[in-house]
């Protein structure tokens, strides 16, 4: 039974081992929404279940309910011409008799417009914390960020029923903002091509999320600023050797340049495609063909500019006992990110490498949007 009651303070210290924590009752709900299950929120107005519109199948979509309303994001909506309430999220009206192939192209405009051409009316009603918990529950689970929510008299005896999850609308909200903390696993010497002296280190998340590597060349001086790449994982560059950007040079550049030196530390974060996973990366690809820059195309998604979290990467140098870094990149938001996080970033080493004509716009609004030093 998937009932989740808040945790009692017992569970809190730890009277009941086998009791679920917060951060694995809300991984499997990450988990439930991406194999097309609902899941149950409850708030100050009641409960809700929540359906995720991507993975959503058709045969449940007819069990929702008549009372029910879209949430997507707040740029997701100003793409669809509405003006969202002050928020990060926002409501949409669902018409009775509205078809799931029409909320999906709502949800993804690299469908092309939904099949009768209309757009969904905005509701009267501002969004709370049960729809701002929805849409980040979604985005965990990289799918599309947009959620189904139906209310009814009869939502948690129908949640007990089929056993699904329940769980506070707020208590989920909060841990999804949490930062992640990645244990380390496992680690063995890899001799690489562009660094013969290396060591792959596995980290792994307390609530089973993904996992995070750790390449240390050499045996970096831990007393003084070590020479560190955040590298975000890119399956499309660093393993396809794709030319729409400047990953797999700057993966490679960077590792050369730790064992020119004899010694450095590269974190890749397995945070693909700035945060969205490589579904809605290859989803903005092709909003890019369509004559969409990199920001733009996350934005008409419904997504952020980065929706990154470099916390973790703080996280992973702490864990190797690295407080002091010389950081490769052209990011300047990586420093500060890692600054906040009280990392000691004594110098910035530029990367620039991989320009190429395929990937000159995707860098020109690297650097024009989101203020990389490519100059």
Same mark, same amino acid.
């Given at each position: 039974?998937? &009932?989740?009651?808040?945790?009692?303070?017992?569970?809190?210290?730890?009277?009941?081992?086998?009791?679920?924590?917060?951060?694995e009752?809300?991984?499997?709900?990450?988990?439930?929404?991406?194999?097309?299950?609902p899941?149950?929120? !409850?708030?100050a107005?009641?409960?809700?279940?929540v359906?995720p519109?991507? !993975? @959503?199948?058709?045969?449940?979509f007819?069990?929702?309910?008549?009372?029910? #309303?879209?949430?997507?994001t707040?740029?997701?909506a100003?793409?669809?011409?509405?003006?969202?309430?002050e928020?990060?999220v926002?409501?949409?009206?669902?018409p009775s008799?509205?078809r799931l192939?029409?909320? #999906?192209?709502?949800?993804?405009?690299?469908r092309?417009?939904?099949?009768?051409?209309?757009?969904?009316?905005?509701?009267?009603?501002?969004?709370?914390?049960?729809?701002?918990?929805?849409?980040? @529950?979604?985005k965990?689970?990289?799918?599309l960020?947009?959620?189904?929510?139906?209310? %009814?008299?009869?939502v948690?005896? !129908?949640?007990?029923?089929?056993?699904?999850?329940?769980?506070?609308?707020?208590?989920?909200?909060?841990?999804?903002?949490?930062?992640?903390?990645?244990?380390?696993?496992?680690?063995?010497?890899?001799?690489?091509? &562009?660094?013969?002296?290396?060591?792959?280190?596995?980290?792994?998340?307390?609530?089973? %999320?993904a996992?995070?590597?750790?390449?240390e060349?050499?045996?970096?001086d831990?007393t003084r600023?070590?020479?560190?790449?955040?590298?975000?994982?890119?399956?499309t560059?660093?393993?396809? %050797?794709?030319?729409?950007?400047?990953?797999?040079?700057?993966? #490679?550049?960077?590792l050369?340049a730790?064992?020119?030196?004899?010694?450095?530390v590269?974190?890749?974060?397995?945070?693909?495609?700035?945060g969205i996973?490589?579904?809605n990366?290859?989803r903005?690809?092709s909003?890019?063909?369509q004559?969409?820059?990199?920001?733009?195309?996350?934005?008409?998604?419904?997504?952020e500019?980065?929706?990154?979290?470099?916390?973790?990467g703080?996280a992973?140098?702490?864990?190797?006992?690295?407080?002091?870094?010389?950081?490769m990149?052209n990011?300047?938001?990586?420093?500060?990110?890692?600054?906040?996080?009280?990392?000691?970033?004594?110098?910035r080493v530029?990367?620039?490498? %991989?320009?190429g004509?395929?990937?000159t716009?995707?860098?020109? !609004?690297?650097?024009?949007?989101?203020?990389?030093l490519?100059a």
């Amino acid at each position: 039974m998937k &009932a989740f009651p808040p945790a009692s303070p017992m569970t809190a210290l730890g009277g009941d081992p086998l009791a679920l924590r917060l951060s694995e009752r809300v991984a499997r709900m990450v988990s439930d929404l991406r194999l097309g299950l609902p899941v149950v929120l !409850t708030g100050a107005d009641g409960p809700a279940m929540v359906y995720p519109v991507e !993975t @959503l199948s058709s045969e449940r979509f007819a069990e929702r309910g008549d009372d029910c #309303q879209l949430v997507v994001t707040a740029r997701r909506a100003e793409a669809l011409r509405h003006r969202p309430h002050e928020g990060e999220v926002a409501l949409l009206a669902v018409p009775s008799g509205a078809r799931l192939d029409w909320i #999906q192209a709502l949800a993804d405009p690299s469908r092309g417009m939904p099949p009768s051409g209309a757009l969904p009316q905005a509701t009267q009603r501002a969004p709370g914390v049960l729809h701002r918990a929805a849409i980040r @529950l979604v985005k965990a689970a990289e799918l599309l960020p947009a959620a189904l929510v139906a209310t %009814g008299a009869d939502v948690i005896a !129908t949640a007990l029923r089929h056993d699904l999850c329940i769980l506070p609308a707020a208590d989920a909200l909060t841990q999804l903002q949490l930062p992640r903390d990645p244990r380390p696993v496992s680690n063995a010497r890899v001799p690489m091509l &562009a660094a013969r002296n290396g060591r792959l280190h596995v980290f792994r998340a307390p609530d089973g %999320g993904a996992e995070h590597y750790v390449v240390e060349v050499g045996q970096p001086d831990r007393t003084r600023p070590v020479l560190v790449r955040l590298h975000s994982a890119c399956f499309t560059g660093d393993v396809l %050797g794709s030319l729409k950007c400047d990953c797999g040079p700057q993966l #490679q550049a960077a590792l050369a340049a730790m064992e020119a030196e004899g010694a450095g530390v590269l974190l890749y974060l397995n945070q693909e495609g700035r945060g969205i996973g490589l579904a809605n990366k290859m989803r903005a690809y092709s909003l890019q063909d369509q004559g969409l820059d990199t920001v733009e195309a996350n934005h008409r998604l419904g997504f952020e500019d980065d929706e990154r979290d470099f916390r973790t990467g703080a996280a992973l140098l702490r864990q190797m006992g690295i407080g002091q870094v010389r950081l490769m990149t052209n990011n300047p938001a990586k420093i500060a990110r890692l600054a906040d996080e009280g990392i000691d970033v004594a110098e910035r080493v530029p990367l620039k490498i %991989g320009r190429g004509p395929d990937n000159t716009r995707y860098l020109d !609004t690297k650097a024009r949007k989101s203020g990389h030093l490519l100059a």
